[in-house]
């Protein structure tokens, strides 16, 4: 088998993800549970031999970020005093990445610590996507295969057909990116004028910067927690003139007052990926998830084999966007 070798096992927030994973690189999942004790206690254990073999843990830290956080470490810790070969974290959504920087006086630097952590518990290699900001990888000493949702979204994107469409950023610090997709998309960008005041996890549109008068306009972002930057500036771009309002997510980590806000909002559709299990999002009709695990799955493949991660980057195989698209129908 084309495969054979691959050693997959998942963390208790990464179990869906693991098996579509699995899935599409035909391999069987690792056999392994983790239990919580009455007081909190987390416990891990594997349940196969992975001596001498190189094993992948699939693991986002999401809704749950403390208790998943840790078990990262406990499991990185069990892998390799069990012998493994290796142990490559597998981390599709990071959630402490957003504290990347001390911007204000005696505040941690989070996703530092965080990083020092997971390699200090044996972590050999950590693979994520879509990171708050590129400069994460440098507090990681091991390789960082840095991911993007970008491709495949784009491409849902496509087969919706629009006609004549806009890429939106919602603030200047997504700009860079989301010319990627207006580029990818053969498109022109706007981008909203957004100022936050303190932590309250809610974000002022001042202004629209670009052209959306008559046009679809399409928001792109890495996450969302509560819906207000996307669902203000939805606000904003119908008071300038769009037409329509479609908008996508790389994280969907919304709560159940955050869905409530985006489906009484002029956002027709969020598509958003499962990178985060997310249960708030079953019962929306606006918001519609697509899988990224082809896409990490196509990654581990070619990191067992030893080829470049690189192409993934910027467009995926025919194979991956089929894998992930075809069950969520568009056209």
């Not at 869906?16 to 909190?40: H, M, N, P, Q």
């Not at 996507?129 to 994460?136: G, R």
Request: glycine share 6%; net charge neutral; charged share 25%.
């Amino acid at each position: 088998m084309e495969n054979a070798g691959i050693k997959i096992f998942a963390g208790s927030s990464g179990i869906a993800f693991a098996r579509k994973i699995c899935d599409y690189l035909e391999v069987e999942l690792g056999r392994s549970e983790t239990i919580t004790f009455s007081e909190g206690n987390t416990f891990v254990r594997i349940g196969e031999t992975v001596r001498d073999k190189d094993v992948y843990l699939v693991q986002s830290i999401g809704l749950n970020p403390n208790n998943e956080f840790v078990e990262i470490l406990f499991w990185v810790d069990a892998f390799k005093r069990a012998s493994a070969h290796s142990v490559t974290v597998i981390m599709p959504y990071f959630s402490y990445a957003k504290g990347d920087k001390k911007d204000e006086p005696r505040v941690s630097i989070r996703a530092r610590v965080c990083a020092e952590s997971i390699e200090l518990a044996g972590a050999d290699r950590i693979v994520a996507m879509d990171l708050h900001s590129h400069q994460i990888q440098g507090f990681f000493k091991k390789p960082v295969d840095h991911l993007f949702a970008l491709p495949v979204l784009c491409e849902v994107i496509m087969r919706m057909r629009l006609d004549e469409f806009v890429v939106v950023s919602p603030d200047a610090g997504f700009a860079k990116q989301a010319r990627k997709y207006a580029n990818y998309l053969g498109t022109t960008m706007a981008i909203g004028d957004k100022t936050r005041k303190d932590h309250r996890e809610r974000a002022e549109i001042m202004d629209i910067i670009g052209d959306v008068q008559g046009k679809t306009a399409v928001i792109v972002d890495d996450f969302s927690l509560t819906g207000g930057s996307i669902v203000e500036l939805s606000k904003c771009l119908v008071e300038r003139g769009a037409k329509r309002i479609m908008a996508c997510l790389s994280h969907a980590v919304l709560n159940e007052a955050a869905v409530r806000k985006i489906e009484a909002s002029a956002i027709e559709r969020l598509i958003v990926t499962d990178s985060v299990e997310n249960p708030h999002l079953v019962h929306s009709a606006k918001i519609q998830c697509i899988s990224v695990a082809p896409l990490f799955g196509e990654a581990i493949r070619r990191i067992h084999r030893k080829e470049s991660v690189s192409p993934l980057f910027e467009r995926v195989p025919s194979k991956v966007v089929a894998c992930s698209t075809d069950a969520f129908p568009i056209d």
